[in-house]
């Protein structure tokens, strides 16, 4: 992962806290820490590799925050932390009123595109209306929207199914578990976890004025999910399952696998590329899958 910050006019990044410092949020710390840049990612508990960066811990089942004292000097934030089983921000009521006392420049919010609800395979973008129908994406938009109370500078980044090293479908197509499921007209979109982490940096140097308050981030080819189980068996050159209608699985899919196929759309990420002159490093699932490949 060679990812940099891109030249820009605007003041570079002081101290960056990154609230959850998983997947997603450990990319992008590591990211900014190449580039020199103070950078301090949260987690629940010590992680099981240990963390070169400086972290915090920030637990909110256990009631753990960091202190006003343990914030000092931060000037921009990512927030990746879903809402609770309560459909409730886990962070935003404690930590919220703290950065508000802060100098903060820039504040990211890790969403969903799940927000735009089902659109039978239309496209969606900045513009659509929000209309989402799973309770799951409804607890994304209240969260969008008490985030964006707060009156700080942020971005609400909208994200479609996310892969990238460890989350492809080649483990499953190695050992035997892979299932290729057909439902017609049904289709995908996806973005590789070096894509969210690119457009974080490209978007947080940008000057405030040309920050649009909200941006899909998404690369350029919905497709079905047979065609990119498809691709990845051609690239190990192992053979595909059986084809399974989705009617006929029943009750054999979880709830969540359930309500994952329920919604269908195409999720634009024009504004990011065209207007806000982003690049994506992989624009369909075929140049990520290359990059993934063991």
Same mark, same amino acid.
């Not at 003041?11 to 710390?29: E, N, Q």
């Not at 942020?154 to 499953?172: C, E, H, M, N």
């Not at 079905?224 to 990845?232: D, F, I, M, R, V």
């Given at each position: 992962?060679?990812?940099?910050?891109?030249?820009?006019?605007?003041?570079? %990044?002081?101290?960056?806290? #990154?609230?959850?410092? /998983?997947? =997603?949020?450990?990319?992008?710390?590591? &990211?900014?820490?190449?580039?020199?840049?103070?950078?301090?990612?949260? @987690?629940?508990?010590?992680?099981?590799?240990?963390?070169?960066?400086?972290?915090? *811990?920030?637990?909110?089942?256990?009631?753990?925050?960091?202190?006003?004292?343990?914030?000092? /000097?931060? =000037?921009?934030?990512?927030?990746?932390?879903?809402?609770? /089983?309560?459909?409730?921000?886990?962070?935003?009521?404690?930590?919220?009123?703290?950065?508000?006392?802060?100098?903060?420049?820039?504040?990211?919010?890790?969403?969903?595109?799940?927000?735009?609800? $089902?659109?039978? /395979?239309?496209?969606?973008?900045? +513009?659509?209306?929000? #209309?989402?129908?799973?309770?799951?994406?409804?607890?994304?938009? *209240?969260?969008?929207?008490?985030?964006?109370?707060?009156?700080? %500078?942020?971005?609400? !980044?909208?994200?479609? &199914?996310?892969?990238?090293?460890?989350? +492809?479908? !080649?483990?499953?197509? *190695?050992?035997?578990?892979?299932?290729?499921? @057909?439902?017609?007209?049904?289709? !995908?979109?996806?973005? @590789?976890?070096?894509?969210?982490?690119?457009?974080?940096? @490209?978007?947080?140097?940008?000057?405030?004025?040309?920050? %649009?308050?909200?941006?899909?981030?998404? $690369?350029? =080819?919905?497709?079905?999910?047979?065609?990119?189980?498809?691709?990845?068996?051609?690239?190990?050159?192992?053979?595909?399952?059986?084809?399974?209608?989705?009617?006929?699985?029943?009750?054999?899919?979880?709830?969540?696998?359930?309500? !994952?196929?329920?919604?269908?759309?195409? &999720?634009?990420?024009?504004?990011?590329?065209?207007?806000?002159?982003?690049?994506?490093?992989?624009? =369909?699932?075929?140049?990520?899958?290359?990059?993934?490949?063991?």
């Amino acid at each position: 992962m060679d990812l940099a910050l891109p030249c820009s006019s605007a003041p570079s %990044p002081g101290r960056v806290l #990154v609230l959850g410092g /998983g997947y =997603t949020g450990g990319r992008f710390a590591a &990211a900014l820490r190449l580039q020199g840049v103070s950078v301090c990612p949260t @987690h629940r508990q010590p992680p099981a590799t240990p963390d070169p960066l400086p972290w915090l *811990r920030l637990d909110p089942a256990a009631g753990v925050y960091p202190t006003t004292a343990d914030l000092a /000097g931060t =000037t921009h934030v990512l927030v990746t932390i879903p809402p609770d /089983g309560a459909g409730r921000d886990p962070v935003l009521d404690q930590l919220g009123p703290l950065l508000r006392q802060l100098p903060v420049q820039w504040l990211g919010y890790l969403s969903t595109t799940g927000v735009y609800g $089902d659109r039978g /395979g239309a496209w969606v973008d900045e +513009t659509s209306p929000t #209309v989402a129908g799973l309770g799951r994406s409804q607890a994304r938009l *209240r969260c969008e929207e008490g985030w964006r109370a707060l009156g700080l %500078p942020l971005q609400v !980044f909208r994200l479609p &199914a996310i892969y990238g090293p460890g989350r +492809t479908p !080649f483990d499953s197509l *190695r050992n035997g578990t892979a299932r290729l499921i @057909h439902k017609s007209g049904q289709v !995908f979109s996806r973005v @590789h976890v070096d894509d969210i982490v690119g457009a974080l940096l @490209h978007c947080l140097v940008q000057p405030a004025s040309e920050r %649009p308050p909200t941006v899909i981030v998404a $690369d350029t =080819t919905p497709c079905p999910s047979s065609e990119t189980l498809g691709y990845a068996a051609h690239l190990l050159g192992c053979k595909l399952p059986d084809v399974v209608p989705y009617d006929a699985l029943g009750s054999e899919l979880s709830p969540m696998a359930r309500s !994952f196929w329920s919604e269908n759309r195409r &999720a634009s990420s024009r504004l990011l590329r065209e207007e806000l002159g982003y690049r994506l490093r992989y624009p =369909t699932y075929r140049e990520g899958y290359r990059a993934c490949l063991p």
